[in-house]
């Protein structure tokens, strides 16, 4: 089976919220604004594991038949 450029689409959508997150999550540390910090923190902790998700979903769906 093929995989989908919509799960593809998402996983990059995700992975570039976690660069977001944790360029927001150091320019809040810098400024010391710690309740910032933690909540991006935080959203970046969310973030991953979605991401992983989705790419573990996308593996399943084939595509590299080494990889099985």
Known sequence: MKRSHAGVIVLALMLALNIVFT???VHQFF???YRNTLIFA???I???PVAFFIY???IRKGG???EQ
Do not use: A, R, V, Y
Request: charged fraction near 20%.
């Open 46 to 48: 969310l973030t991953f």
């Open 31 to 33: 400024f010391e604004h």
């Open 56 to 58: 573990k979903k996308e």
């Open 64 to 66: 590299n038949s080494h």
């Open 42 to 44: 935080g959203l970046n």
């Open 23 to 25: 360029q927001f999550m």
